[in-house]
């Protein structure tokens, strides 16, 4: 996330707890590597984000940034890289709305961890249904799943030389090399079992499809990683610490799974926005990606159950997370994410012990 969103840890007036994760040396270093903050810095905690932390760094003029770090605590070593994001990020700019890289500190010196500056951009991140009340109307609600959509078949349309991938782009195994990195993280940072998600694991890497084409993968796609223009088109596409080259169908079961409609019994967020009247539906979602692309929609079902594993995955480590005191400022108890997890993790089993009986 990059810009808006509720700040939830607000910044540290004169002798007050600076937000976790930012102690006093950064606002020097910020001084320097962004010349057009003026000082007397105040940074407030981006609400949204469950991995790395992001914050909204404002100065004595009103100038605003987005400053993003790993999250606090031991993590895996390729999780949480905000450095690859920024080049990722670089590479993007000119092809796909994405913010701009303003300063990176590579040393870890001055954050006992890599710091990545960015453009703070003034759009409208939809989170929740309030915020959807708040800032649209059904006919604004219509509009907002095709530009989605149009983003994506527009990244999909890019060589990956474009973002520094070239040397993956003729990689063939994607859905087996993802099936195994979130296991492994899984396994490794887990601090309880989750037998849903293993039998899960176990059909869809006995159903893992041949992968047909190429292309560069947000690995994150969704709603709220979109901020908006007053216009309901997308502005800026944020969160790409997950980018890499794979089957782009793997960002379109991502942006299925999260995209809820009113009647669910299962829900990949907490909150979801879409489930108000006026939205797009996922087939309508779906059709619109499939006419841009030259897709067969059949091969969709796979990577549905795939997002709803991999999802699980993500929130059961947010879990851990917030279990352990790495995560600052949040909204939710560990107990929260630890049943939203399992939830997930049930709807998974479910779709890819149907995916096995095929």
Known sequence: MTAAGQAQTGPAPSGTTRPAGLPAGVDAWLGRAVP?????????????????????TTDAAGHVVVLRRPPLGDHPATAHDVLREA????GLHGHLPVPRVLAVEETGEVADAPLVVLEHLDGTVLRSPADVERHTTEADRARIGPTLVDALVALHG???????????????DYVTRQLGRWHENWHRTRIRDLPD???AHEHLVAKAPEQSRSGIVHGDFRLDNCMLDRRWRVQGVLDWELTTVGDPLADVGQLLVYWAQAGDAARALHDPATVLPGFSTRDELLARYCLATGTDAARIDYFVAYNWWKTACIV???????????MSGGDRTAES???QAAALAGRAATLAAALRRR
Do not use: C, K
Not at 36 to 52: D, F, K, P, T
Not at 87 to 90: D, E, G, K, Q
Not at 158 to 172: D, K
């Open 36 to 56: 057009e903050l003026q000082g007397n810095l105040r940074h407030e905690l981006i609400a949204g984000g469950r991995s790395n932390l992001t914050y909204r």
């Open 87 to 90: 080049r990722i990020l670089r």
């Open 158 to 172: 890019l060589e990956p030389e474009v973002i520094g991938l070239g040397g993956l782009a003729h990689r063939r």
């Open 197 to 199: 998600l293993q039998t």
């Open 316 to 326: 059961e480590g947010v879990h851990t997370r917030v279990a352990q005191g790495a």
């Open 337 to 339: 994410f630890a049943e």
